[in-house]
């Protein structure tokens, strides 16, 4: 946790982190490399959050068939209905969720650390196992078994990934404070809990976790265990919101619906789409498995997949933000590599078994970002190529423009013209003069740009560039954890001199047509691909918060 990007975390804020210097390296290569290798982790975060609601809440409501084989049956009815109002009340937000779980959640860690601290009370023998010489002989003796067996063992260390990606939900100290005084404590003794259970009644194998209760309390704990599990798939699908957003902002992904849900914690958002999505896909896997077991076989892979990322661009940050050397890395990050790539060995072979879905999820939500992100690079070179550098526009509006008859009429107010960060004149400028023949008596150049850091200050917002004929650049930066609002800019803008009063100005917005019928690199069917996210993509207006009644749309069409 340390490896975070101004308190963000997750693989994207890693990538973004390593980028800034990468950037000042100028290495396109390990750029290149580094973001292939953070989507593929970003992709499979979101299997991993299909899954995790899941397997967790109809782990939790399985334990009915404990109680009363009978009532086995319905345990995926009720976690249908369950995983569905969960999703349902995610647009009250993290914070209202939090509040509500939060004292719950605290219940059931003292619970099940008081259940796993009376069986070991009973075995103390098993406290035996913290010593490392029982796994090397298990290994030993077992040979490829014990390898198989961490796919199956895999789900005691998950969880980890959703709580690195929350890091600007709740902050890296408090999920220190909850990990070591609380969550860690209760899950070791819970753990050696049921292993103790195990020695001297075998037979608990079964269910070792519901077996260490009394029967009068199985009642009871199967609905802590299902509200637990709650809150467990809480983190996973605030985790893909935050991914969702930097995708956004990190030019990965369209533009989508974002919704803050707090007005202290910037991190806490909604984003419906996103919402959707993860719940029907959890509802599939649910009806296509029907069991936690059998789940169990989709989960690792996409967990496992995800650690070994982390740690290998954990490296990088190591390398090249700490300073430190090759060797004292190493001593960091091959200890992990042998664990995680231990676990996403033995979950490989589980690939038939279910291990395809978080993998298909996976690589079809890469070939969507690298798609749009390849996309939106050739249509900006198209928009760059299309336009005139600004100072050629410039001169031909003044008086020593010899061609009168190109001079367009100034009217009152401010026109604004959302454009890239490219200095050329932009292409809606030129259609607007070509169109109308006339120019808003100040005009406004106005480029959001997303910088690799997850919030810009206020005061850092925008910068302000003077020409002459009443012409303004105005550049506003953005981090990847912060949503764009123009109307927000222009008024910053204001107080260094550029005039654009709400009720008189207009804002110029470019909408391309595009046709993938031309010679850019990029396969066919993904220029139909990118067509379609485009335009199904959110609006600008709505986007940037740009008034809807202000707004002036001019299309272009262009080969692509």
Same mark, same amino acid.
């Given at each position: ?35 292939? &290798? @953070? +989507?593929? #982790? =970003? !992709? ?6 299909? *899954?995790?609601? $899941? /397997?967790?809440?109809?782990? %939790? ?50 619970? &099940? @650390? +008081?259940? #796993? =601290? !009376? ?6 023998? *098993?406290?035996? $196992? /913290?010593?490392?010489?029982? %796994? ?52 070791? +003794? ?13 037979? $608990? ?256 917002r925008i910068e302000v560039t003077t020409f002459p004929h009443n012409f303004t650049r105005v550049k506003a ?84």
């Amino acid at each position: 946790m340390r490896a975070d990007n101004h308190g963000e975390g997750g693989i994207l804020a890693l990538v973004a982190l390593i980028a800034q210097r990468l950037n000042r390296d100028a290495d396109r290569r390990a750029k290149v490399t580094i973001t292939a &290798i @953070g +989507l593929i #982790g =970003a !992709a499979l975060l979101y299997g991993d959050g299909i *899954i995790t609601p $899941a /397997i967790s809440v109809l782990g %939790a409501t399985e334990g009915l068939g404990v109680v009363e084989p009978l009532l086995a049956r319905l345990a995926v009815p009720l976690t249908l209905i369950i995983i569905f109002t969960l999703f349902f009340f995610q647009k009250w937000g993290t914070g209202k969720v939090g509040r509500v779980f939060g004292p719950i959640t605290l219940l059931w860690f003292i619970v &099940i @650390g +008081l259940l #796993g =601290a !009376a069986e070991i009370g009973k075995e103390p023998r *098993i406290l035996l $196992a /913290i010593n490392p010489w029982y %796994a090397l002989d298990f290994f030993a003796l077992h040979g490829v078994h014990s390898f198989v067996i961490l796919g199956a063992v895999v789900l005691v260390v998950t969880g980890a990934e959703a709580l690195y990606a929350d890091m600007g939900h709740f902050g890296k100290r408090a999920i220190r404070i909850a990990w070591f005084s609380i969550v860690f404590p209760a899950l070791i +003794l819970n753990y050696f809990g049921q292993g103790g259970l195990l020695l001297h009644d075998p037979t $608990a194998a079964s269910n070792p976790f519901y077996l260490l209760a009394p029967r009068p309390m199985l009642y009871p704990l199967i609905t802590l265990a299902t509200l637990a599990a709650i809150i467990a798939s809480q983190a996973l699908i605030s985790g893909a919101f935050s991914i969702t957003q930097q995708c956004v902002q990190l030019g990965y992904s369209p533009r989508v619906t974002i919704i803050h849900t707090s007005k202290q914690e910037a991190g806490q958002i909604y984003i419906p789409e996103v919402n959707s999505a993860l719940m029907i896909g959890c509802l599939l896997v649910v009806l296509y498995f029907r069991s936690s077991d059998a789940l169990g076989a989709a989960y690792g892979i996409a967990v496992t997949g995800t650690f070994l990322i982390t740690t290998a661009l954990i490296y990088t940050v190591a390398r090249t933000w700490w300073g430190w050397s090759r060797a004292r890395t190493a001593l960091l990050v091959v200890p992990f590599f042998i664990i995680d790539g231990s676990f996403f060995g033995a979950n490989i072979l589980k690939v038939k078994d279910g291990g395809w879905v978080p993998l298909t999820v996976a690589l079809v939500l890469f070939i969507l970002m690298t798609t749009w992100q390849r996309g939106r690079l050739i249509v900006r070179g198209l928009l760059r190529d299309a336009s005139i550098p600004l100072d050629v526009l410039l001169n031909d509006l003044g008086d020593q423009n010899p061609d009168k008859r190109f001079k367009p009429v100034r009217v009152p107010g401010t026109a604004v013209f959302l454009t890239s960060e490219s200095k050329d004149a932009p292409l809606v400028l030129l259609h607007h003069l070509k169109h109308n023949k006339v120019l808003h008596e100040h005009v406004v150049l106005l480029s959001v740009v997303s910088a690799p850091v997850p919030e810009v200050p206020t005061t850092e917002r925008i910068e302000v560039t003077t020409f002459p004929h009443n012409f303004t650049r105005v550049k506003a930066k953005y981090g990847f954890m912060q949503t764009p609002n123009v109307p927000e800019v222009l008024s910053l803008s204001t107080e260094r001199g550029v005039i654009a009063k709400p009720t008189e100005t207009t804002y110029y917005l470019g909408r391309e047509n595009l046709i993938p019928t031309g010679t850019k690199p990029l396969a066919r069917w993904r220029k139909r691909l990118f067509i379609f996210m485009q335009r199904n993509s959110r609006p600008a207006t709505e986007f940037f918060g740009i008034p809807p009644n202000r707004v002036v749309e001019l299309g272009a069409q262009m080969e692509f």
